[in-house]
């Protein structure tokens, strides 16, 4: 359940869409556990982009500290899913099948 009402989303303000928010929640909820509960810092820098509405700024974090986020699966999967709609960690796996002779 999203904590964003229509009154919290007033003074958050209209240009911050509410999938981004829900988005963040969700980030939130699954990176704090991490690191014997210290989190995952480059991941709070992508939820503090979405929660501002600047999401160009999210999704630049989310490239730069890719190589981080990649040890996350879980977080890693919600990001290329929610936030590049499936495009920034491919599938790489049919470049790695062993081919037959």
Not at 14 to 31: M, R, S, T
Not at 47 to 67: C, M, Q, T, V, Y
Request: proline share 5%.
């Amino acid at each position: 359940m999203s904590r964003y009402t229509p009154q919290t989303m007033e003074k958050v303000g209209p240009q911050v869409e509410k999938k981004y928010l829900d988005l963040a929640d969700k980030l939130d909820e699954l990176q704090a556990p991490k690191n014997d509960n210290r989190g995952v810092l480059c991941v709070r820098g992508v939820i503090f982009a979405l929660r501002r509405g600047n999401i160009d700024e999210a999704k630049a974090i989310s490239r730069n500290e890719g190589d981080k986020i990649r040890s996350y699966p879980d977080i890693r999967d919600m990001i290329d899913k929610e936030l590049f709609d499936g495009g920034l960690y491919p599938d790489l796996s049919k470049w790695f099948k062993d081919e037959e002779n």
